[in-house]
């Protein structure tokens, strides 16, 4: 049985997200409004919306997280950093970089390692430290390579790991997934992120051992805890 309780809670584990390349003004002011009326966590954006969001959430407890070298993880080590402080300086509390998946599915551990802690390094360099998440994109990656990545994750010290953009045809979070993040880097965090759309998923998703919801349907998902729908 999942240990939430009430909705606040619910909504406290919530990263509202909006990252399509069309969004619009609007649609990010409204993505905004939402958050603080709904109470999520935070609100993730494009970095082109950062500033935006950052201004709008002011004075509220909202976080503004953004992503880097989203969707495909391909940008070099240099682009990503300058990629992260840009977005840091801009506004953004929280940094999700997509992990670099040819070097996953090379097995180079060296690339990853030290991709991560040159990120990881500029993020911990702000006072207060900025939260790095690594999105690892776990439905396109075999158990092995899931492994890999997570081991390199734990042993870089990141804050989270995460799995999915959203954005792959093969799929978003599972359970499954979750549970064996939790199992290979128990001192990390994990994000679920991926098809996440109804609140008994999103309780299924915390209960197996997630403690953050990265979503489009944030909205949604509170109105059918509300509803009892779960």
């Not at 919530?14 to 709904?38: F, G, N, P, S």
């Not at 097995?107 to 939260?131: E, I, W």
């Not at 991926?194 to 209960?207: C, F, R, S, V």
Request: aromatic share 4%; charged share 20%; with cysteine.
């Amino acid at each position: 049985m999942t240990n939430i309780t009430d909705e606040k809670q619910l909504a406290a584990c919530i990263e509202h997200t909006l990252l399509t390349a069309t969004a619009t003004e609007e649609q990010i002011r409204q993505l905004c409004e939402d958050a603080k009326a709904y109470g999520f966590y935070g609100a993730c954006v494009n970095p082109r919306w950062v500033g935006f969001a950052a201004d709008h959430l002011h004075g509220s407890k909202i976080k503004v997280c953004t992503v880097v070298s989203f969707p495909l993880g391909a940008d070099s080590t240099k682009i990503k950093v300058a990629a992260a402080h840009d977005a840091i300086m801009t506004g953004a509390d929280e940094i999700d970089m997509v992990a670099d998946l040819a070097a996953v599915m090379q097995g180079d551990s060296k690339y990853l390692t030290g991709q991560l802690h040159a990120v990881l390094k500029f993020c911990r360099s702000m006072r207060p430290a900025v939260p790095l998440k690594v999105i690892i994109e776990s439905a396109a990656l075999d158990t092995n390579q899931k492994m890999f990545i997570c081991q390199i994750a734990e042993n870089c010290g990141v804050d989270f790991i995460k799995t999915s953009t959203g954005t792959h045809l093969v799929g978003g979070a599972t359970i499954e997934d979750i549970k064996l993040i939790r199992q290979i880097a128990p001192n990390c965090k994990v994000k679920a992120s991926g098809g996440i759309k109804t609140a008994k998923q999103a309780l299924e998703m915390l209960d197996a051992g997630a403690e953050r919801i990265g979503t489009s349907h944030g909205v949604e998902i509170i109105n059918q805890f509300r509803a009892g729908q779960i």
